[in-house]
Nanobody, 126 residues
Framework: QLQLVESGGGLVQPGGSLRLSCAAS??????IAWFRQAPGKEREGVSC????????NYADSVKGRFTISRDNAKMTVYLQMNSLKPEDTAVYYC?????????????????????WGQGTQVTVSS
């Protein structure tokens, strides 16, 4: 299992931006995903980046607003969140799956991921 540490959460006004970071003990050949859990709701997938970085996946609710990227040299995966809405308020977790063969696709299925961070709180409120 990998060690994952999220950072970058905080309080932001609607329409604002935040960038979350997930520092991992390794990212090459690992699918890295972001999930979130709002109060009283089940955890849901947000975005996923394949180990090669060539494949990304987004939940419909964040398409066009969030962008996932990775810096393998820094062993860090980022989630740039723009045009934030109050309904984006949640604890955001990064998760890892791997190692996987090159060019593996990345799906937002929680049961596929076996390493999880402790989460970072994102609050969108005026």
């Amino acid at each position: 299992q990998l060690q994952l540490v999220e950072s970058g959460g905080g309080l932001v006004q609607p329409g604002g931006s935040l960038r979350l970071s997930c520092a991992a003990s390794r990212v090459t050949l690992y699918n890295i995903a972001w999930f979130r859990q709002a109060p009283g709701k089940e955890r849901e997938g947000v975005s996923c980046s394949s180990g090669s970085g060539g494949s990304t996946n987004y939940a419909d609710s964040v398409k066009g607003r969030f962008t996932i990227s990775r810096d393998n040299a820094k062993m860090t995966v980022y989630l740039q969140m723009n045009s934030l809405k109050p309904e984006d308020t949640a604890v955001y977790y990064c998760a890892a799956r791997g190692p996987l063969p090159p060019f593996s696709k990345c799906a937002l299925s929680q049961t596929d991921f076996n390493s999880w961070g402790q989460g970072t709180q994102v609050t969108v409120s005026s």
